[in-house]
C-alpha cells in the first residue's frame, strides 16, 4: 500500500470515527426528549394536584363560612327573643350591640363565602383545560417514546455499520500506522490528519517546512506537523503545484 493509500485510509477512518461519534451523541440525546416529555406532563400533573388542594381549601372555607352565618344567625334570634322580655335597659342595650355585630360578621362571612364560591367556579373551568391538557401531554409523550424508538434502532443499525467501516479499515493499516494515528485521536478534537493547504497546517495553522513539503511530495513516508504533531497531508491542490 503507498502512502498515499495509507493516508487516504486514515482521513477514512478518521471521518467514520467522527461520523460514529456524532451518531452516539445524536442517540443519547434522543433520551433528552423523552425527559422533556416526561417533565412536561409531570409539571401539568402537579398543577392539578395543586388545584385540587386548592379546591379542597375553598370548599372548605365556604362551608366554615356558612357554618359561622348559621351560627351568628341563630345567636341573633335569641337575642331578639330576649330583647323582647327584658325590662333592664343596659342589658337590652348590651344586646342591641351584640346582634349588630353578629350582624356585621354576618356580613363578612357572606362576602368571603362569595369569595370563595366564586374561585370554586373558577377552578373547575381551570381544572377542565387542565384535564385537556393532561390529554395532549400524554399523547405527545406516547408519540415521542415511539419515535424515539424509531430512532434509536435506526442510529444502532447505523452504528453498527460504521463500526464494522471502521474495522474494516483499521484491518488495512499496519500495527505502527495505527499506533500513530491512535496516539493522536486521543487529542482534545479528536483529529489525527491534517490536511496542508499552501504549506499551511490546517490542523493547526502553522506554516511548515519547506524539507516536509519536500517529504510530503515525495510521498515516501508519513509526515507530521512539527507544531501539532498530527499527520500531514496535501490537499489534490497542493500535490498538482508541487
Do not use: P
Not at 445524536?26 to 409539571?43: G, I, P, Y
Not at 401539568?44 to 366554615?64: V, Y
Not at 353578629?102 to 357572606?110: G, L, R, V, Y
Request: charged share 45%; with cysteine.
Amino acid at each position: 500500500m503507498t502512502v498515499n493509500n495509507v493516508l487516504d485510509r486514515l482521513e477514512e477512518l478518521q471521518e467514520t470515527n467522527k461520523e460514529l461519534k456524532l451518531c452516539r451523541k445524536d442517540r443519547k440525546a434522543l433520551t433528552k426528549d423523552v425527559r422533556n416529555a416526561e417533565e412536561r406532563l409531570e409539571k401539568k400533573q402537579q398543577q392539578l394536584e395543586q388545584m385540587k388542594k386548592e379546591q379542597t381549601e375553598q370548599r372548605r372555607k365556604a362551608d366554615d363560612r356558612e357554618a359561622k352565618i348559621d351560627k351568628a344567625e341563630d345567636e341573633i334570634q335569641k337575642l331578639k327573643v330576649e330583647m323582647n322580655t327584658t325590662k333592664n335597659q343596659s342589658r337590652y342595650d348590651a344586646m342591641a350591640k351584640s346582634i349588630r355585630s353578629h350582624e356585621a360578621d354576618i356580613q363578612k362571612w357572606e362576602d368571603e363565602e362569595l369569595e370563595a364560591l366564586d374561585r370554586l367556579d373558577e377552578l373547575a373551568e381551570e381544572r377542565e383545560q387542565i384535564k385537556e391538557d393532561l390529554e395532549r401531554l400524554e399523547e405527545e409523550l406516547e408519540e415521542t417514546r415511539e419515535r424515539v424508538e424509531e430512532q434509536r434502532q435506526s442510529y444502532d443499525e447505523k452504528i453498527e455499520e460504521l463500526k464494522e467501516r471502521r474495522q474494516e479499515i483499521r484491518s488495512e493499516l499496519d500495527e505502527d500506522t495505527l499506533k500513530a494515528y491512535d496516539r493522536l485521536a486521543r487529542g482534545s478534537d479528536d483529529q489525527a490528519l491534517a490536511q496542508v493547504r499552501n504549506r499551511l497546517c490546517m490542523g493547526c495553522f502553522t506554516t511548515i517546512t519547506k524539507q516536509q513539503e519536500n517529504e510530503l511530495l515525495r510521498n515516501n513516508e508519513l509526515v507530521f506537523c512539527q507544531s501539532c504533531g498530527k499527520i500531514l497531508k496535501l490537499t489534490e491542490s497542493d500535490m498538482v503545484d508541487g
